[in-house]
């Protein structure tokens, strides 16, 4: 009674990024970009993802050579967290999210934003040399955009993609057009997410797909 | 030398659903299913979401009962089991994933199939009455779909969204055609995700926005 399809995990992978490859108009991204862009699509379905990513080009170089050196994973979400696959981080990095901190509801009361937002400030002891994930709230990306203003020391990288109705599109853009020096990537618009931002960081921690 | 956001989290949510009601055509759905895919559509950024859900009218009654009873969900992913509200959550009810359990492995090389379909097998004790999500691989779906066609006891619901490039848009065809008398939600196509999936469990749990 058995139904007929692929069963064999490693050749869905191959028959998947295929496919992408296939679909997709990668032909604008470096090669290491383009690693990226392929897992952000094979998490989400969509291969017309590629138009409207933006992104620095030395965001692969650098996220790597932080991840190598063991810098810690600052997420926004803990569902980011969750998803990262451990075995492909190279040194055993810690992945951080200190939503359910105890003082983030105070730092929020405090600055009068929400709990995600709230939560960079307990990145600051950790921020130099760390590689930030954003994948959920767009108040967490325009927070670490004013604390960079205002001098904080610079993560090795920025994975930006919130995704929403409400200042996703704007705090993106924003990224995109300064990133206070900071390598990133993003996706203009409403589209990102967890899982988006979990693939990103699965493909800067390990080229292999 | 702050930007001009929403930092409010209420008001935040409030524009969100307003934007998504006011531009998604949700006039073909029952109320409690539109409630489902505005969480859905939330947590993905696509408002032209609605027109590729299916559903059977009975899921979100029957969901909400069986959790309301204590029902575990039993998810496929651990992002998805990661990502549930616990807070929505009406019993306090368990959230299990069993990807990581020391038989996972070996009942996959057994199966001849995924770890993550392979991790159904250790479903059969929990699944009568249980709440079902699946947000990433489709042979999960497939492999439950089999064992109900081999007589296994009815969960409750399936929350049925694999998303991707192999298998997922006919796993999820194959749901919508025939749901072995399962109340359920898909939708059809390459779309959906953990955190995609997340959002109607969290819509399931709890009707607030």
């Not at 992408?20 to 379905?45: F, K």
């Not at 990133?179 to 080229?207: C, E, I, Q």
Request: glycine letters at 10%; one cysteine or more; aromatic letters at 6%.
């Amino acid at each position: 009674m058995g139904m007929d399809y692929i069963k064999d995990g490693a050749e869905i992978y191959r028959r998947s990024f295929a496919t992408i490859r296939a679909e997709a108009d990668l032909s604008a991204l470096p090669g290491d970009v383009a690693g990226v862009v392929v897992r952000m699509i094979h998490a989400c379905g969509m291969t017309d993802l590629a138009g409207d990513v933006r992104y620095d080009p030395a965001i692969v170089a650098a996220a790597r050579a932080a991840l190598q050196a063991g810098a810690p994973i600052l997420c926004d979400a803990k569902m980011v967290a969750s998803g990262v696959t451990r075995p492909r981080l190279p040194a055993g990095n810690e992945v951080l999210c200190f939503l359910d901190d105890a003082a983030t509801p105070q730092l929020a009361a405090t600055f009068g934003t929400t709990r995600s937002a709230a939560a960079v400030e307990l990145w600051r002891d950790r921020i130099e040399g760390a590689v930030v994930a954003i994948g959920n709230a767009p108040t967490t990306l325009f927070h670490l955009l004013e604390r960079l203003d205002g001098g904080w020391p610079r993560p090795a990288a920025i994975v930006g993609l919130p995704v929403g109705f409400i200042g996703a599109a704007e705090s993106k853009a924003e990224l995109a057009r300064d990133s206070r020096g900071v390598p990133f990537v993003t996706l203009l618009g409403r589209r990102g997410g967890s899982a988006m931002t979990v693939a990103a960081l699965n493909a800067l921690a390990d080229p292999k797909e």
